[in-house]
């Protein structure tokens, strides 16, 4: 199997999808992978960051890891993508950032390549299932391959059920989650490697 490169790639307002994109990138790499750690842009003005502490904060966090570019998405074989809900959907941050790569859609440039993906929100029913199905719906249009984790490992049944990606909520990922999300990485990797192969 050849080894995939995976671009892990997320937004994260206080922090939860930075955490499990550090999960996802360290998992994919123990399993072969050549990763990519990378961020969407924030579009919330500088001054709203600024007004919240815990906002500002993961900013800062997260300034030293590069933007995810075009050249990224280029490169890679596979893409894990995490991102908070918001009112059922992806966060705008997401959703603007996906509606720049039109020039890549019309290229064809990710047609054939894998994507997971994950989800975070206040509560357990907050809407990660409509988010993550949402990001499976825009990826198809580019041709992406879906690799949902399924029920493919016992630890789904540990995690929440969430088959179609891990379901976080706000706070450390715990030990549980962590599983979860590395057997999802993993699998995104022996997937894409079969296609890469």
Do not use: C
Not at 5 to 29: D, Q
Not at 35 to 56: H, Y
Not at 167 to 193: C, F, N, Y
């Amino acid at each position: 199997m050849a080894s995939p490169k995976i671009a892990v790639i997320f937004y994260s307002t206080y922090g939860s999808n930075h955490g499990i994109a550090l999960a996802a990138a360290e998992a994919a790499k123990a399993a072969g992978a050549e990763v990519r750690l990378r961020r969407i842009p924030e579009t919330a003005p500088a001054a709203v960051v600024a007004s919240q502490d815990a906002w500002k904060a993961q900013a800062d966090r997260s300034a030293e890891i590069p933007e995810i570019s075009v050249e990224d998405l280029e490169w890679a074989d596979g893409f894990y993508l995490t991102s908070p809900t918001r009112f059922g959907g992806m966060a705008s941050q997401t959703r603007a950032w996906l509606d720049t790569l039109g020039g890549l859609w019309v290229k064809g440039a990710l047609a054939g390549k894998t994507i997971t993906a994950s989800a975070t929100a206040q509560n357990r029913n907050g809407g990660t299932e409509g988010a993550i199905q949402q990001t499976y719906v825009s990826a198809m249009h580019f041709g992406m391959i879906p690799v949902a984790p399924g029920y493919t490992d016992p630890v789904k049944f540990e995690d929440g059920g969430n088959p179609y990606g891990f379901s976080g909520q706000p706070g450390a990922l715990d030990e549980t989650g962590k599983k979860s999300v590395a057997h999802q990485a993993k699998r995104l990797v022996e997937i894409t490697g079969k296609l890469v192969g």
